[in-house]
């Protein structure tokens, strides 16, 4: 059974600093794209960033130059680091690897919270 596990959450001042991990664990494969959604109170889930096994990253705009995507292939983690958070950043963060088909499903972690204050 693979799980996607989140860790580095928490609450920081505004203009403060996290880096997210996530690493995937019970898979045989090292999944090629890895990334990371949010989602606050009230509000869809939204695309933070993402990064295949090649290096190439995609950022939300909103988080384009204060955030950092990311990984060790070997070990199948992914990593977040954001920086000048704002209070807008607020929100759960979930690890997303997307469905390979023939290979493997979709899979998401269980989430971890960030919450900045002003």
């Known amino acids: 059974q693979v799980q996607l596990v989140e860790s580095g959450g928490g609450l920081v001042q505004s203009g403060g600093s996290l880096r997210l991990s996530c690493a995937a664990s019970g898979s045989i494969f090292s999944f090629n794209t890895m990334g990371w959604y949010r989602q606050a109170p009230g509000k869809q889930r939204e695309l933070v960033a993402l990064?295949?096994?090649?290096?190439?990253?995609n950022y939300a705009s909103s988080v384009k130059g204060r955030f950092t995507i990311s990984r060790d292939n070997a070990k199948n983690t992914v990593y977040l680091q954001m920086n000048s958070l704002k209070p807008e950043d607020t929100a759960v963060y979930y690890c997303?690897?997307?469905?390979?088909?023939?290979?493997?499903?979709?899979?998401w972690g269980q989430g971890t919270q960030v919450t900045v204050s002003s």
């Open positions: 997303y690897v997307p469905r390979e088909s023939g290979r493997w499903p979709e899979y």
């Open positions: 990064i295949t096994s090649g290096g190439y990253t």
